[in-house]
């Protein structure tokens, strides 16, 4: 239930093995490679007469980018077989290692790409031509508001014509400008809007006057087309030509889907290529010299004596040399939490992974957020539901472990929504009450036993609640904050960031509370005594950091303030006002449910379908306010936990642990007996 401890690890091989040691490196999946020259060996390279391997990966790119188009090719005409929650998300194929080995030595993916590729740029060109076609035909039928067609304009010797659309307001102004009768002749063919389509005509000599005028309107003229014939057999053989390509984009359509059938090869091959491109890179981290190569990573402690052994047993002449992290050190991170928290660390992952000499959130933000989650949702029914169905989807994506945390997190969150719904009495919000469901009703016998404050009825005290939980969570963050000192052996530092806060902070809320209650002489006075007690610790610690007796002490009084510093009174203030939405939440899920409730009420009066017509409403009304209510419910305590509590200790910047593998981003390759 931590950060993975991890070793520095340095392997020194022959260059002749650097080869055969990147194939079994990756075949182990232990071993997280880094670039050899980077700051963790601290080396200059040339200085010491290394270089670095020339490795182009520029075919491997282009592999790569030939078969991610065959599958968008396949995924733009919707032939991925998927499951329910492969449609949901994207998720890597699991893969066999045998049935990989085939689909690499068998399968020429070239011919597909090829033929692909060529049947989407056909059927792209005949779409491309069925939209011109479409749009002459709409510029022809514009013509049907006049006596003449296109081919009488072309043929006009003295006269220019102006076919197009303008806004109505520059229509009148063009109507009513005094140049018009003198230039040109204009006439109003049809209102569509707020739009008028005109025609206008002015003699060649005055084209260029009446042009200028036209364009000062803003007429957006219509291009004439261009043809031979009469405008009625062009408009045929427009609607000819749109249904031969149309025919003969579904026959690209058609072609492309035989080879849907290759889908999972051209992922699997994909897989492989990128895996290559994975080990490829890692060569080019190695720094050499004429006869050695260097090659460095982390490894997990736990899988150093096997990897030492398996090590000296394929490769002899390997040798390698195991260390501690440093600070200066760019250390990947592996988390490991007990089975009941996995679930919550998609949390810490949305947020990005902590540093490796700090610690793992996981287990100090899952009780908060649930909390947190529960009081915006909370009602029995709905966190019913939830918990139901991230159960199901779990199980469905148990092989793919993001996936599955995520929907084990909502499995969680629905738990709580239930016991706190129970807890305030919310059953799809008020359907317990005797005029939905009868006198005596199951839910409302079961509320009575159950529920312990009504947060309409009590909406005040409610709000003291979640401001008082603001409180607490602050606190809790600042001794986290605290925490995380002590782990660093900054004995002084958490003293000064984190515990004068615990003298500040109190006396802080004594004193503001006194200008809305009456507190009570000796209260006050001890809330005073330790604001200022710990507000001239700030200031003489805050901006300790910062150069000359002025800045220190100018530092340390804006810290008080929140502006610089650790933390700071307004920030603290705004925080925990922050948390009055945990009700506000829960209050506007309850209240959209009673008016699903009162709707469905009141249609349930229709005679001979008003019971039907209840339920309808009830099941339509009541899934909206889920969807929605679920998304509030998450967006907001994240949003509290990420901002009015990591910031108190947080420390993100680690990157994921992600060693050398078969496995890449798009395939798993399951290991014999996975």
Known sequence: MAIEPLQHVTLLAPRREVEDLTDWLQELSVLHVEDAAGPAEGDDGEAA?????????????????????????FGFFDLMKSSFVEMVVALPKRVSVEERRDVVADFDYAPVHREVSRLQDEYHRHLAAVERARDEYARLEFFRLLPFGPEDIHSLGRCRVWVGSMTDEKWEALRSSDEVGELMGVAELRRRKRTVDVCVVALKDDAEEAGRLLRTHQLEELPLPQYEGSRTDRMDELTAE??????QAEHCKDSIKKFAGEARKVEI???????????????????????????????????????????AERFPFVSGVYREPRPDDEVPVEITNARCLKPLRFLVDLFGRPDYFSFDPTPYLALSFLIFFGMCFGDVVYGSALALLGYLLARKARPYES??????????????????????????????????????????????????????????????????????????????????????????DAVFDAGLWFLVLPGFLIAFGSLFFNIPPWLLRSGLVLL??????????????????????????????????????????SDILSYSRLIALGLTTAIVGMSFNIIAG??????????????????????????????????????????????????????KFSPLSLSTESVIVEAEGD
Request: glycine content about 12%; some cysteine.
């Open 269 to 311: 091959l994909l897989g492989y290529w990128e895996g290559e491109r994975a080990k490829m890179q890692a060569r080019s981290g190695t720094v050499n010299s004429k006869r050695i190569a260097m090659l460095s990573g982390f490894i997990r402690r736990r899988d150093v004596e096997g990897f030492k052994e398996r090590l």
């Open 242 to 247: 749109i249904g031969r390509r149309h025919k």
């Open 49 to 73: 007469g290394l270089e670095k391997p020339a490795v182009s990966t520029d075919e491997v790119d282009t592999r790569i980018r030939e078969l991610r188009s065959i599958l968008e090719v």
């Open 602 to 655: 009141l249609v349930r009066e229709t005679p001979a379908v008003g019971i039907v017509l209840f339920a309808v409403v009830l099941i339509l009304g009541h899934t909206f306010n889920f969807m929605v209510s679920m998304l509030a419910a998450f967006v907001h305590p994240a949003r509290l936990i990420f901002l009015e509590f990591f910031n108190r200790f947080y420390q993100p910047g680690g990157s």
């Open 532 to 573: 200022v007690a710990g507000g001239i610790g700030l200031i003489l610690t805050q901006g300790r950091e910062a150069e000359g007796i002025a800045a220190k002490v100018g530092t340390g009084l804006i810290s008080i303030y929140g502006i610089m510093g650790s933390y700071g009174c307004v920030s603290f203030l």
């Open 403 to 492: 996936l599955h945390n995520l929907c084990m997190m909502f499995c969680y969150a629905g738990i709580s929504t239930m016991f706190i719904g129970a807890l305030m009495g919310s059953w799809a919000s008020d359907l317990w009450r005797p005029e939905y469901l009868g006198e005596g009703n199951l839910l409302y016998r079961i509320r009575q036993y159950l529920a312990v404050v009504d947060p309409l009825d009590r909406a005040a005290l409610l709000l003291v609640v979640s401001i008082g939980i603001g409180v607490i969570n602050q606190f809790y963050g600042i001794i986290l904050k605290g925490y995380s000192l002590l782990r660093r052996g900054l004995i002084w």
